[in-house]
């Protein structure tokens, strides 16, 4: 199985030497959906991942967001997600960019909530997408329709239960996305990193029937658990969805803060 994590552009021609020996092969975000048979994420749509040749992950911020939807569609069912990226300009030692004393603008529909309509198409999806100067992590915003009115509490309780989303609180330290970093490395994560999307309880608030929240993305090891849903998928390990996200969660240790 090759995790083919080069940059852009290059995957889709390494996928011919793939093909020619007959290899799996799973791709990083930035390519083009055209260079796999899936376009693919562990808890959305796990199982059209099975036995194929060549998948390919979401981005890192596109990941994290249908951890969150997914998951409240399960509980409750989702019609319409509209997102704000507050997007890191550049992953911390990055020269080739730069930062500035400035925030950009992306053209409206971010393609994360492409993506995500793509892997979830019975969901409307739209988003705006800003850089800014900063290297740890995004920030999305999400206000979420669901098919009845979503509570706080039903939001709250569904989100505790992913074992790839760590609820947290201002008042307990994490004021924003540095504060992950920090508290990683405290935990003594290899490098800083954490493959949990971070989720401000304070953010949850009601706007009439819909439900709106924020998250931290850490985008330098988010994708890392479905990367392995994928070889599980890919490779047959397990058939069923929550067998094989479960045996992942174990073996990189998420929910046990839980």
Known sequence: MILDATSAGV?????????????KAIFQGGEKNSVADVFFHGYANYEKGLGKQFLKLTSCNTTGL???????DRAVGIEKVAITIIRRVADPGDYHRGLTNALQMEKAPSHQAVDLMTIMPHIDATGILVHTPVTHGHIITAVVTGKKK?????ALDAFLKHDRIRVVSIADGFLGNASFFRYARDLGNPRGDMYEIGLWEDSIVESGDDIMFAINIPQESVTIPETIDGIRAACEMQKDRLEAVAKTNEMLGLGKWK
């Open 11 to 23: 995957g889709a021609k390494n996928k011919e030497l793939y093909a020619k020996h007959n290899k």
């Open 150 to 154: 979503i509570t706080k509490e039903i």
């Open 66 to 72: 249908i951890r969150a939807v997914d998951c409240l």
